[in-house]
């Protein structure tokens, strides 16, 4: 969830209002958005809706809660400026990063604080909707120092040298990708690449190189930047658009003047782009959904107050959705904004009317049946992890590693595959356990996993029931008794088999049948896998595959 | 007096009692030839009847360490180095080949031998300074570990110099702490005592079935028990705390009409995540919020794979605009363990479930987390979903309410717009619990472009609790780790 730090006297400048921290949290509900933390002036937000651009920014924020106090209502209105500003766009960089969306951002008054937000906008946005830069990095730049028109081509590694932004000699692109803290950070975005991507001017100063670094020449903003050059650059032209939006609207919100930028690619167009969409909706779909008995004027007001602008005709709802709303796509979106507005707390809950016949599964019930008789005979159930590692499953059980479920990408060396034998959590168990009161008897009745090809899953799941008991006498007879005991009460016929396992004593161990199926294995735990576990006492256990019971 | 306590004496009692006046413990195990913790045992009980009173010592023993013990049996190195210098010189390389002694050990006999004035080196030859008769005479260390186990205050001021020495050497002396207990029988039992020896009336200890048979007990009297007395604990089965309470919870879930249903925990990212809707590359779906596992799955062959695919890249006929991107199959057929217990709502949504229907879950769910005391890399989830043309989200609120006053016993709550992916409108539901707001679980209606390309045109209200953290946060557990607890004792007594 992204998060983002702004300052509480900021917005309240931007509202036009301010609020106690109770009355803005309360506002902050209706963007998703709750306080994580509050250092005096200093509030971090936490983002929920990870689909919305526009609320990385205080500004944005600002935006939505202008319309929620009552302050404003409807769509905003930003004019765009006509220009002659023109960014061309050379064929050779449809081979490294393709597309580019402009704008030009003038009459803004800079203090720390506003700085500071957007450059966390920017950070916020190339790392959440820019993928880390993959997908969209932006570039801010000091219009007065550009000469135009500016050209967005590319340079071959060596070939060209300009300073980076923090830096004070000039270093080519190579340089940069190997020395440059951002050029280490996102130069395998380029890895790839025979020619860098460079945007440019008409005195051939280098703006950028982009997704890496601006220069230092024109890639600064300070308190005394006035007037600002915009560019987004990436693989999907309808992101840039986007992404350029949530910046340009954001400078919008503090009075800057948007200019249009005129773009010379294979065809030529302007952006940014400010376009609306419009969805049509049913009152009795709003209705049906929210279980509210709402007229056409209400749900005009509610949307309104989320900053759409909506219209009834034909007894139908016309929503014209914010341009910077790209979360929108369905109606119910825009109903969920209706909700919102109409407040939660608002609606009367109400108990669901449907009847239906609950029941447990058959295994939930099994093993209820099974878990009583295990604790009549004085067990412990235990819970253990489904996720374990080679050496338990393996290794300490002195058997091969064979086919297994393995996790690709582990945290820690405890967890690296699923276990497919209930036993070494038992043992596991005990092998924590080796000083306290004796006897134990455990048992757990959980999940196991195997690799099976045949399956939709490439995996199947099987219940084991594994019983272990440990103390100075425990042996095959005693965990057989346990056994013969559960069997008999569930009715089962079953008989044992001499087998050997390479984690039972030789001549010790049997393997469970019934009806000639094999389903699980019963013994007396050989000396040198206690050891493994760094076991004192001796221990016999068996397991057996629940599924099979059933 | 005394007449009840001297019938309430038990056996072992009665048999230590003669010996209580020699004071230590040790002494009354040798003479009532009772074996120590028999011993303990009476005393403890005699204590409790007030008959006598207690003193704990704690002295230090000195006994011998693991060198110790085989220098004792194979002779000190010391020893072994001079018995080859009676007589004649060595050079040092022969003294230390032939001596078979460690360097570590070498070193430490010249240098006790020098120190005592039996050798000299010079040329790096070792010289003899005594005659034979001084040279095979026992050294004091030898005494001293001849002597051993002893208590501390029982060597002699020279001893415990050497004493002194000998710890500094590796693993030759070791220093435990014994602590004995001492005895000093009261008035009252000193009385008791003298009566004993008069008491000639036989007390009856365990009725047994032959007594019973012969009358054996007619006109006799039964020892009295100390019914105060502390018996040993005991512990019986138990079920897990923790999944008895899911247990607990499921019964609950069948009493308001849910269904349970299962699903796998290796789950094919298509589950997972594409019928939930969630974007190919958001970022939930990276190696840092997914467990991914070897292999893939043959998505093609899903029935529900071509309009899921299409829900995600145009919105199919689900009146949404899709995602706008080209989806990846090979995304889709990747093996992740289940992220999340909404996974089993969309396969329940897929196998033609009964409408109206309620089912519910409690999934094993897995996410790369580093464990600590609020994070676990596995995890519960309890999921539900009711199917219905008729609800709605007034519905879905009134539903909350009531698991919220089931599961947290609380009726102050508070409903909170949300994000999830496969939700809208979306819901967190919010419990107020000792003085702050807690967040316990979200829900949501299912976004047709999840319901529709499975087949459902009804809607469909989904909701999700946090039941390991409600059940922490009800149950005063602080550490998530204690749900899978190592510890028998822990669960015993939970």
């Given at each position: 969830m992204p998060t983002i730090e702004i300052s509480k006297k900021d917005l309240e400048n931007l509202c036009g209002k301010k609020f106690s921290l109770e009355k803005l949290k309360e506002l902050l509900e209706f963007v998703k958005t709750s306080i994580e933390s509050i250092e005096e002036d200093k509030i971090t937000l936490k983002i929920e809706d990870t689909n919305r651009a526009d609320l990385l920014s205080v500004e944005g924020i600002a935006r939505e809660l202008k319309a929620i106090t009552g302050k404003e209502k409807g769509l905003v209105n930003y004019e765009i400026i006509k220009s002659n500003f023109v960014v061309k766009v050379d064929k050779k960089v449809k081979k490294v990063r393709p597309y580019t969306a402009c704008a030009v951002v003038k009459d803004l008054c800079f203090n720390h604080t506003i700085i500071e937000q957007i450059i966390q906008l920017q950070e916020k946005l190339s790392e959440t909707f820019g993928r880390k830069r993959k997908d969209a990095a932006i570039g801010i730049y000091d219009f007065d120092k550009i000469k135009w028109p500016i050209t967005y081509t590319t340079f071959k590694p060596d070939s060209i040298s300009f300073v980076p932004l923090g830096f004070v000699e000039k270093l080519t692109l190579k340089e940069i990708i190997e020395k440059h803290e951002k050029g280490k950070l996102y130069g395998h975005l380029l890895e790839k690449a025979k020619e860098y991507p460079i945007f440019i001017d008409a005195n051939n100063e280098v703006l950028s190189m982009p997704p890496i670094i601006n220069s230092e020449y024109s890639g600064k903003i300070t308190t005394e930047t006035r007037n600002v050059f915009i560019e987004v650059s990436g693989f999907r032209l309808e992101k840039l658009l986007h992404v350029l939006n949530i910046v340009v609207s954001a400078l919008a919100e503090r009075k800057g003047k948007i200019y249009a930028v005129e773009i010379h690619d294979t065809k030529k167009f302007f952006t940014p782009i400010f376009a609306t969409r419009r969805k049509v909706l049913k009152l009795e779909d709003i209705n049906s959904l929210l279980g509210l008995e709402l007229n056409p004027k209400q749900v005009i007001k509610l949307l309104q107050k989320m900053r759409y602008n909506a219209k009834e005709k034909k007894g139908k709802i016309i929503a014209e959705i914010p341009f910077y709303r790209e979360d929108v796509i369905h109606n119910v979106d825009i109903i969920e904004d209706i909700a919102i507005a109409y407040g939660y707390k608002n609606f009367k809950p109400r108990k669901p009317q449907i009847f239906t016949e609950g029941?447990?599964?058959?295994?939930?019930?099994?093993?209820?049946?099974?878990k009583e008789l295990l604790i009549g005979l004085g067990f412990q159930e235990i819970n253990s992890f489904i996720m374990s590692n080679k050496k338990e499953q393996f290794e300490n059980m002195n058997s091969k590693p064979e086919s297994f479920v393995k996790i690709k990408n582990p945290v820690s060396e405890t967890f690296t595959c699923l276990r497919k034998s209930l036993l070494p959590s038992l043992l596991k168990f005990f092998s924590n356990n080796t000083t306290k009161e004796m006897p134990q008897k455990i048992f757990e009745i959980a999940p196991v996993v195997e690799p099976n090809e045949r399956k939709e899953t490439k995996t199947e799941e099987k219940n084991k029931i594994a019983v272990a008991i440990t103390h100075a006498r425990a042996n095959f007879t005693e965990i057989l008794q346990v056994l013969d005991y559960i069997m008999n009460n569930l009715k089962k016929q079953y008989q044992l088999e001499k087998k050997e396992?390479?984690?039972?004593?030789?001549?010790?161990?049997?393997?469970i049948l019934v009806e000639k199926k094999s389903i699980g294995f019963l013994g007396e735990i050989a000396p040198q896998v206690l050891e493994n576990w760094n076991l004192k006492m001796p221990i016999a256990a068996f397991e057996l595959c629940f599924d099979d019971l059933l | 007096m005394g007449e009840d306590k001297l019938i309430s004496l038990s056996p072992i009692e009665r048999k230590v009692l003669p010996f209580l006046g020699l004071g230590s413990t040790e002494k009354i195990v040798e003479a009532s030839k009772l074996d120590e913790t028999t011993v303990r045992r009476a005393l403890q009980f005699l204590e409790n009847k007030k008959l006598i009173i207690t003193k704990k010592i704690t002295k230090e023993f000195i006994d011998l360490d693991v060198n110790g013990i085989l220098y004792k049996k194979n002779f000190l190195p010391e020893r072994k180095l001079i018995n080859l210098l009676i007589d004649k010189k060595l050079s040092l390389e022969e003294a230390r080949k032939n001596s078979g002694l460690s360097e570590n050990e070498f070193q430490v006999a010249l240098g006790v031998l020098k120190k005592k004035g039996f050798i000299a080196v010079e040329n790096n030859e070792i010289l003899p300074k005594k005659e034979k008769e001084e040279l095979i005479k026992k050294f004091p260390e030898e005494k001293l570990l001849e002597k051993l186990p002893a208590p501390v205050e029982e060597l002699s001021k020279d001893e415990k110099k050497i004493l002194q020495e000998l710890k500094k050497r590796k693993k030759i002396i070791v220093v435990n702490k014994k602590s004995e207990i001492f005895v000093e029988p009261t008035e009252e039992c000193k009385e008791i005592a003298k009566k004993l020896e008069n008491f000639k009336q036989e007390l009856l200890e365990q009725l047994t079935p032959e007594l019973i048979k012969s009358g054996g007990w007619k006109n006799k009297k039964f020892r009295a028990y100390d019914v105060t007395t502390k018996v040993p604990e005991i512990f019986g089965g138990k079920r897990h705390f923790y999944l008895k309470f899911l247990e607990k919870i499921k019964q609950e879930l069948v009493a308001l009409g849910f269904e349970e249903v299962k699903g796998p925990m290796v789950e094919a990212c298509f589950w997972n995540c594409d019928a939930l809707f969630m974007p190919q590359d958001h970022p939930a779906r990276s190696i840092h919020d997914l467990y991914f596992v070897e292999g893939k799955t043959e998505i093609k062959n899903f029935k529900f794979f071509k309009q899921i695919k299409q829900t995600h890249e145009d919105g199919w006929k689900t009146g949404s605009d899709g995602w706008r991107y080209k989806f990846s199959e090979e995304e889709s057929s990747k093996l992740v363990l289940r992220s999340q217990?909404?996974?089993?709502?969309?396969?329940?949504?897929?196998?033609?479930?009964?409408?109206?229907?309620?089912?519910?879950?409690?999934?094993?769910?897995?996410?790369?987390?580093?464990?600590?005391?609020?994070?676990l890399p596995e995890f519960n989830q309890l999921e539900g979903i009711i199917i219905s043309k008729e609800t709605n989200f007034s519905e879905l609120l009134g539903l909350l309410k009531l698991l919220a006053e089931k599961f947290a016993g609380t009726n102050k709550i508070k409903l909170v717009p949300t994000y999830f992916p496969f939700t809208e409108p979306s819901v967190e539901l919010q419990v107020f619990f000792e003085s702050k707001w807690l967040e316990i679980g979200g829900a949501g209606i299912f976004r047709p472009e999840v319901t529709l390309p499975l087949g459902i045109k009804e809607k469909v209200l989904a909701w999700g609790l946090g039941i390991d953290r409600l059940f922490m946060v009800k149950n005063n557990i602080k550490d998530i780790r204690d749900l899978f607890s190592q510890d028998i004792e822990f669960l015993r007594k939970r």
């Open positions: 029941k447990l599964l058959e295994e939930s019930e099994k093993k209820q049946e099974i396992f390479p984690w039972f004593i030789a001549g010790r161990s049997a393997e | 217990g909404t996974a089993i709502s969309a396969r329940i949504l897929a196998s033609k479930p009964k409408i109206p229907g309620k089912y519910f879950a409690i999934a094993r769910c897995f996410r790369p987390d580093v464990t600590d005391a609020s994070h």
